[in-house]
């Protein structure tokens, strides 16, 4: 028995898994070698040990009480918990639908004086606490400071003194504040009324953005709105603080703070309350006439705003007059919340209750990535400034690539920087460290406010040059220009607008480029794109989602390669259950030959330029044959073999085929030459047509083809072919089939300059189960959900181009929703692909760690050779630089430099790097990747090797040992 | 899964905190290793135990079969630990320091113990987080190896290999700490 099979068996027989044979030779080895059985007794020992270690912490919890002893069964509880559950959906929904994420203002004063109970509550008044609203209950004491907001209906509020009340309509937001002189209600946004019979101890003041109302043993209203504030005196009198001047409004007199501003009808302003009859008897009698004229106080000459107060309107009244001049890239949404109301209409609710997925949530992956959208990337603040955004919005990239966001978000200025300065200060600011501070002034300097709408950026100096544009109402000029002019041209009114300046961009890289890139940048004919733009409602012929890109003069290169718009037949060949196909109709296939050939780096080419045109000329009559049209398709069923076919439109057949029959005799030939005859062509008849089968000896697969009418049609194997000669035959291919008729546009039919289809939620199970999972480990394969509920998603789409002179238009119909498809999928996929991403990176140390080692292995060989004996440390082999001049740093290290090790190992050394855990185990115990990349243990390669042994593979272990081969999942 | 352990589930989802109690309770050795094993400290982990036995008593419906409960349990566990931990750490308490400060055992229980003991205890509290987890898995809670493979989403082979790297660095690390004390009580001896 050899140490590898002593230590296997030995852990099996701890384990007690070890079978009646195994036994047999463990015990008999041990018998046979004191060694051996001395070592088996200290397993022993440490066994027996450890179980009455254990035994000793079970005792530890033994004592406990069960902590739910008293939970008895409630049969409601279920149904109570599910109802809360939705409940709770619902209100999270149209919290974040409507914007509803307030946060407490800071430098609020503080004190937890009562000032308020909720009295009563016909709808929802919720209260800002630690960051969110909850609803108020009934006669719940309001504190100081406390936010407080009326979603919908009313709610009325005692305050202090006997009768006093504020009644707060639908859609009103205001904060209580108890100052040592007064009470104080600040409005955010909507109406009261105040009852004060009762003469309070303190003023009572309600502050809106424009004015300030105090009062003492009166009843008035108070309505506020970005554009005005209104103000109605019941009974009494009230003192009214403006633009630097006051006045004293009387009973039934209104005032308002603009004077081109129409008050509103006085019903209007008394039906809401629940007193309306005693408010209208209060107020003089003319005064209840809607024909009344009311009484106006000229608001004095306008002044500053002060610097907390939101200004009334939009200082440029499109936020695009304020990108910077040198913006390449931006994106426009003209009506956020639509947009962001549109989404949240989606179904993709529906997902998320799929046990499926609702069990991949649950599980370690789920609560990881579930804990990484939470923590960092901190999606729930960043779904709460979303909410709070309520106009438009745009974003911008300069030429410098610096960033700019500007946003109208309607006043709720103050609840945004709370969520920001959340972030950095999670515990309050109370007790802020200085790098809370500094984090702090980073803000500051790149999030402003002005007027309603936020500007945040990626450099001070811009956020300060936008807010200036802002402020000034100075345009920059950035809309004057030519790349703004033809989005706004080319986009209309979309309600989404993406837009990249192409020419710009590209003149510059372009002049840059190595003489390979620039083959490549010729060869795509990258030089005479313009624009590129994304907008739902782009002029032109398509339906649904459009994008187009737009050319200076003519198109050249591969994008001169799609021909003008023409019948597409070649699906015809396709049959229903295809799940994927793309077709492309090439202007001119010779053209494409030059353009390809003349691009190809002349190091790799060993024809010149005559040699290429001559070429082309010589084959002119070939590449001439090609209708132009060229399709591929994936079909079902899904197998172990590609099931892809290839239809291939032919202009001249007979001159195609003479050509074709030759390149085919060619490759044969070659083939053949090298390979002893293990390639031949066999033919079969199907329905009077020929099949031909390019068969090579050993090689898993078969092309097949055959001539149908003016169509090639190749597959992987004769039964494919016939299939789709049949398929052609009797009229029953895709082409034909209403599922990929109903998605063309009406007005164009089946012409195209490109047209892809996908159903691919019909076969993404299979395709997964069939493609990927297979090539998968146990563990990783756990990792993906069963994704068979996509298919209930089922939304077959296509995607078509139409390419003119100076444009190429895309366009998307996808009736089922392609946003919807990419929502769902995007999280799973971005999951699984991060989770590769981060096997590439730690493979990537993995492999290096090896290659040092292997580095460093060889120095230490020589040193044996050189001194007949290993080196006591790697510091040997620097002397005199002999052998290295430098020991390799090992890429694990927690401390930055420090370099692999050494250990004496046997009759030889081990040389190791710490691993992935950082931890030095003194080469005692080795890594092992297939445990999880992040698992414990050391990089050891031991000297002098065994046979087959490498980095990574422990001198004894070499059977279950890792390689980086093996650890090549994917 | 036997109709009693069904009929036990079905009752703890109902609420039934006698139920929950018989269902949960041959698994609090694991909670309370994975517990014990990220705080180190056993007054601490009590304490998570207890509240990871109340949180998992309310999401317990969240569980779809009840055989899968260690496996649940070790997730629930994990997850409600970390973020304890997280919050901590969000409140200034480092998570770090707990974790890996040293245990002192004072001299009156020190001398009450075998020396085995102290030696084991020692060694475990020097030991990985996961090495510590793996052994408790089997030998506080007597897992099987397909058992603790589920539990920790690797291969039995991989559960197989841990286990017993686990108790070699655990051999090595008592054989060490044995030999120091021998030799400081020879130096010790006039």
Redesign the interface.
């Known amino acids: 028995m050899n140490r590898q099979q002593w230590e296997d068996h030995l852990a099996e027989y701890l384990d007690g898994t070890l079978d009646e044979a195994g036994t047999d030779a463990l015990l008999a080895a041990a018998e046979s070698d004191p060694a051996l059985a001395r070592e088996l007794q200290e397993w022993m020992t440490l066994d027996t040990r450890l179980e009455r270690y254990f035994e000793i912490e079970r005792e530890r919890i033994e004592h406990m009480e069960n902590p739910v002893a008293d939970a008895h069964p409630e049969p409601a509880r279920r149904g109570y918990s599910a109802w809360m559950g939705w409940a709770a959906a619902a209100c999270l929904c149209v919290m974040a639908a409507v914007g509803a994420h307030q946060f407490r203002l800071y430098n609020a004063p503080g004190g937890d004086e009562i000032l308020a109970r909720l009295a009563r509550a016909d709808g929802v008044a919720l209260i800002l606490e630690d960051g969110q609203y909850r609803p108020l209950q009934l006669d719940e004491a309001i504190a100081e400071g406390r936010r407080i907001k009326v979603g919908g209906g009313y709610a009325a509020f005692a305050l202090a003194g006997e009768g006093n009340l504020l009644e707060v309509d639908a859609d009103s937001q205001l904060t209580l504040h108890a100052w040592p002189d007064r009470t104080e209600v600040a409005m955010h946004r909507g109406r009261v009324w105040a009852h004060l019979p009762t003469d309070p101890a303190l003023p009572f003041v309600v502050n809106t953005a424009h004015a300030r109302v105090t009062a003492t043993g009166t009843v008035f209203g108070v309505e506020d709105s970005p554009d005005r504030s209104v103000v109605r005196v019941a009974e009494g009198s009230v003192a009214i603080e403006a633009g630097g001047s006051a006045t004293t409004l009387e009973a039934g007199a209104t005032w308002i703070s603009r004077d081109d501003a129409i008050a509103p009808p006085v019903r209007q302003s008394v039906a809401w309350s629940q007193y309306p009859d005693s408010l209208a008897a209060l107020l003089p009698a003319e005064a209840t006439a809607e024909t009344v004229s009311v009484q106006l106080i000229q608001a004095p000459a306008p002044t500053p705003p002060p610097p907390v107060a939101p200004a009334a309107a939009p200082a440029l009244g499109n936020l695009l007059d304020a990108l910077p001049l040198d913006t390449r890239f931006y994106v426009e949404l003209p009506d956020f919340p639509r947009l962001r109301g549109e989404f949240l209409g989606t179904d993709y609710k529906a997902v998320l209750r799929e046990a499926a997925f609702r069990a991949w949530w649950q599980s370690v992956q789920g609560e990881d990535f579930a804990r990484t959208l939470r923590d960092e990337m901190r999606l729930g603040e960043l779904l709460q400034v979303v909410g709070l955004i309520e106009g438009q919005v745009v974003a911008a990239v300069t030429e410098k690539g610096q960033f700019v966001l500007i946003a109208d978000c309607d006043g709720n200025a103050d609840a945004i920087r709370a969520i920001m300065e959340g972030l950095i200060f999670p515990d309050g600011r109370a007790d802020a460290i200085p790098k809370q501070l500094e984090a702090l002034a980073e803000l500051n300097a790149r999030l402003g406010f002005e007027g309603t709408q936020m500007v945040f950026g990626s450099q001070p100096g811009l956020v300060a040059d936008t807010r200036h544009a802002l402020a000034a109402a100075e345009p920059t000029g950035f809309t004057d220009g030519d790349f703004a002019k033809k989005i706004v041209t080319n986009a209309g009114d979309a309600p989404l607008v993406v837009a990249l300046d192409l020419a710009s961009v590209l003149d510059i890289q372009g002049e840059n480029l190595r003489q390979n890139d620039r083959n490549f940048y010729d060869l795509a004919g990258l030089g005479t794109l313009d624009y590129a733009l994304m907008a739902p409602q782009a002029l032109g012929r398509g339906i649904g989602q459009t994008a187009r890109l737009g050319f200076k003069n003519k198109r050249a290169g591969m994008m001169n390669w799609l021909a003008e718009p023409r019948p597409m037949r070649s699906f015809d060949f396709f049959s229903e259950d295809a799940h994927f196909f793309a077709a492309a109709a090439l202007r001119n296939p010779r053209e494409a030959l030059y353009d390809l050939m003349l691009n190809i780096p002349r190091e790799e080419m060993a024809l010149g330029m005559r040699e290429i045109v001559d070429y082309c000329d010589a084959h002119k009559e070939f590449l001439d044959s090609f209708g132009g049209e060229v399709a591929i398709a994936l079909e079902s069923p899904v197998l172990p073999v590609p099931n892809v076919k290839v239809v291939v439109e032919m202009r001249d057949p007979a001159a195609f085929q003479v050509f074709f029959d030759e390149l085919i005799a060619g490759m044969l030939a070659d083939i053949n030459a090298s390979f002893d005859g293990v390639a031949r062509l066999e033919t079969t008849d199907h329905k009077g047509r020929t099949i031909v089968s390019f068969v090579v000896d050993g090689a898993p697969v078969e092309v097949s083809w055959a001539f149908v009418n003016d169509s090639l049609v190749l597959g992987p194997g004769p039964r494919f072919v016939a299939d789709s000669i049949d398929v052609y035959e009797s009229g029953r291919g895709i082409g034909a089939s209403p599922r990929l008729l109903d998605l063309f546009p009406a007005r164009t039919g089946s012409e195209f300059s490109l047209l892809v289809y996908q159903d691919i939620a019909k076969m993404l199970p299979a395709i997964l189960e069939n493609k990927l999972l297979v090539h998968l480990s146990q563990a990783d394969r756990s990792r993906i959900p069963d994704l068979g509920f996509i298919e209930r998603y089922r939304a077959p789409g296509i995607a078509y181009a139409y390419a003119a002179d100076s444009n190429i238009d895309f366009y998307l119909n996808t009736p089922g929703g392609i946003d919807f498809n990419l929502g769902m999928g995007a999280p799973l996929v971005a999951n699984w692909v991060m989770d590769r991403i981060d096997v590439g990176a730690s493979m990537d140390r993995f492999i290096e760690a090896n290659m040092r080692l292997e580095r460093l292995a060889a120095a230490v060989e020589v040193f044996r050779e050189q001194e007949g004996r290993w080196p006591e440390s790697l510091g040997e082999l620097l002397r005199d630089n002999l052998y290295l001049d430098a020991i390799p740093v090992d890429p694990y290290a927690i401390v930055k430099g420090e370099t692999l090790r050494l250990m004496p190992s046997g009759d030889g050394v081990a040389l190791y790097s710490v691993g992935p855990d950082g931890m030095d185990n003194f080469a005692q115990f080795d890594y092992f990747p297939e445990e999880g990349l992040e698992s414990v243990g050391d990089i050891v390669l031991r000297l002098p090797r065994e046979a087959g042994a490498g980095a990574g593979q422990t001198g004894a272990g070499s059977d279950a040992a890792p390689s980086t081969l093996n650890m090549q999942r994917d | 899964m036997s109709r009693e352990q069904q009929s036990l589930y079905d009752?703890a989802?109902?609420?039934?905190?006698?139920a929950?109690?018989q269902l949960v309770l041959p698994h609090?050795?694991l909670i309370?290793?994975v517990a014990?094993g990220l705080v180190r400290s056993?007054e601490r982990a009590?304490d998570l135990?207890?509240d990871v036995?109340?949180h998992a008593?309310r999401t317990l419906?969240?569980l779809?079969e009840v055989d899968r409960l260690p496996s649940w349990l070790y997730?629930v566990a994990?997850?409600r630990i970390l973020d304890a931990l997280?919050r901590e750490s969000?409140?200034?308490r480092v998570m770090a320091a707990s974790a890996h400060e040293p245990r002192v055992i004072p001299m009156g229980e020190r001398l009450e113990k075998e020396a085995?003991?102290t030696t084991?205890?020692t060694a475990?509290e020097g030991l990985?987080e996961?090495?510590r987890l793996i052994?408790?898995m089997?030998?506080?809670n007597h897992y099987k190896?397909d058992q603790i493979a589920e539990m920790l989403?690797?291969?039995p082979?991989?559960a197989?290999?841990?286990?017993?790297?686990a108790?070699?660095?655990?051999?090595?690390q008592?054989q060490t700490l044995a030999s120091g004390r021998a030799g400081a009580e020879r130096n010790a001896k006039p």
Do not use: Q
């Open positions: 009752r989802c109902a609420g039934d905190g006698d929950y109690w609090r050795g309370y290793a014990f056993h009590e135990l207890h036995l109340v008593f419906p969240n779809r997730t994990r997850n997280r969000r409140t200034r085995w003991l084991m205890e475990m990985p996961p090495f052994l408790a089997k030998y506080m190896i989403d690797i291969t082979a991989a197989k290999s841990r286990l017993f790297h108790r070699k660095l655990l051999r090595d008592t």
